[in-house]
């Protein structure tokens, strides 16, 4: 059963929200987004969204999303009461359920301000390092220990491979996604394919991985490098109103997510 060096990688699901992806080069706002008519759009991959490429956000999600502690954390919420935990600024983040959830669907109600763009990974995965792996600094590729458990375990071509390409390797096993809002289909989703700049993250103590049951020694604190593989979207702001968006995807486990959001003004 894989269990510590394999649970480095996490995978987390994440309702995607969108209507369709821009064929042209629609006009621009003052903000540097693309101005948004009364139906979602999604920022095309490439484009800087408030500063940030898609792989930095994907970087700043998995911030976010491992820096709340796990009675609040969204990735473990089933009804959509935590959605507000952690949000700032002007990008807010959406997660979906980490693990194997209780039932599918998983459906969540939540309220989110008006003229917050949506930033979120319909399917990632990502490796965080911790001292004891004692490997280096380099997550481009980080031989020696981290790989230990794949060589004991019988996953010697893993060790060789270093963690960019084992992130997606695995990513690439991804399977049926999918993704509606208000009942329209999202297109093109594997041109969101992105890997997140290289960062570090603060782990609280009680954190939503547990992280402490393969490192018992573990304080809360900074922890990295990490990096990651996955399918992002950011999406400009919703309009106000009642949207519903569900999502599919597959992995090591089936996930099966329905958000009912309300834009508040």
């Given at each position: 059963m894989m269990k510590s060096r394999l649970l480095h990688l996490v995978i987390a699901v994440v309702a995607a929200i969108a209507v369709g992806v821009w064929l042209l080069t629609p006009p621009t706002s003052a903000?540097?987004?693309?101005?948004?008519?009364?139906?979602?759009?999604?920022?095309?991959?490439?484009?800087?969204?408030?500063?940030?490429?898609?792989?930095?956000?994907?970087?700043?999600?998995?911030?976010?999303?491992?820096?709340?502690?796990?009675?609040?954390?969204?990735?473990?919420?089933?009804?959509?009461?935590?959605?507000?935990?952690?949000?700032?600024?002007?990008?807010?983040?959406?997660?979906?359920?980490?693990?194997?959830?209780?039932?599918?669907?998983?459906?969540?109600?939540?309220?989110?301000?008006?003229?917050?763009?949506?930033?979120?990974?319909?399917?990632?995965?990502?490796?965080?390092?911790?001292?004891?792996?004692?490997?280096?600094?380099?997550?481009?590729?980080?031989?020696?220990?981290p790989f230990k458990w794949f060589i004991e375990n019988e996953w010697e071509g893993f060790a060789d491979m270093g963690i960019r390409p084992l992130l997606n390797y695995f990513m690439d096993t991804a399977t049926e996604l999918w993704c509606e809002i208000d009942g329209k289909p999202v297109r093109n989703i594997k041109r969101f394919r992105e890997d997140s700049a290289v960062t570090s993250i603060w782990l609280p103590e009680d954190d939503a991985y547990l992280w402490d049951e393969w490192y018992p020694d573990r304080s809360e604190g900074i922890y990295g490098p990490t990096a990651d593989a996955g399918y992002y979207l950011m999406v400009a702001p919703l309009a106000p109103g009642e949207h519903t968006i569900e999502f599919h995807g597959k992995m090591w486990s089936e996930q099966h997510v329905i958000y009912h959001l309300t834009v508040v003004e």
């Open positions: 903000r540097g987004l693309p101005a948004c008519k009364p139906e979602p759009r999604v920022i095309p991959p490439g484009f800087k969204a408030y500063g940030k490429s898609y792989s930095e956000w994907a970087a700043r999600w998995w911030q976010w999303a491992w820096s709340i502690p796990k009675p609040v954390n969204p990735m473990l919420d089933l009804d959509g009461d935590d959605a507000d935990e952690g949000q700032i600024g002007d990008v807010w983040f959406l997660a979906g359920y980490l693990g194997e959830a209780p039932s599918l669907p998983v459906e969540r109600t939540c309220e989110i301000p008006a003229g917050k763009a949506l930033f979120f990974p319909i399917i990632n995965l990502a490796w965080l390092t911790f001292p004891e792996d004692m490997g280096g600094s380099d997550p481009e590729h980080y031989p020696g220990d």
